[in-house]
């Protein structure tokens, strides 16, 4: 059974400064900038794991050819449970196509549950549409 979420009505959508990067999953957009800064003040709030790049890989549209050689690969991506037992590549999307083109089979990534991650939504229109997304969800059986 998959914990349902409930709405903080205290929520309090992540401030965006004019530098930071952002990322749009759909409605849902996630703070980048403040996510990695609070990951790298907290490590011990947070694991890194293996993940298949194969399994992570979604065919990236836009890919800054020039930007990948100077991507660092051995860098964790981080991923979100977007959905019970459902992780979104958030960020690292050039380590991960760097690493696919080089054959490398494994990457590092930080996997954040939503009570991790949700605090970096930057707008109460995605934060709601989040838990009732979540809240619609079933966990995936295994293949």
């Not at 490590?43 to 979604?58: G, L």
């Not at 459902?86 to 083109?101: Q, T």
């Amino acid at each position: 059974m998959v914990k349902k979420l409930k709405l903080d009505n205290q929520f309090i959508p992540c401030v965006i400064a004019s530098y930071d990067e952002l990322y749009p999953n759909g409605i849902f957009e996630f703070n980048i900038t403040k996510m990695i800064e609070y990951i790298q003040k907290n490590p011990d709030e947070f694991t890194i794991e293996a993940v298949v790049v194969e399994d992570s890989y979604s065919g990236f549209s836009s890919i800054n050819e020039s930007h990948l050689d100077s991507v660092d690969i051995g860098k964790p991506v981080i991923m979100a449970e977007i959905a019970p037992e459902r992780f979104n590549l958030i960020d690292g999307n050039h380590r991960m196509e760097k690493a696919r083109r080089m054959g490398i089979k494994n990457v590092l990534a930080y996997k954040l549950n939503p009570a991790q991650h949700m605090k970096f939504l930057t707008t109460q229109k995605g934060y709601e549409a989040y838990i009732e997304y979540w809240n619609d969800k079933k966990v995936l059986k295994a293949r």
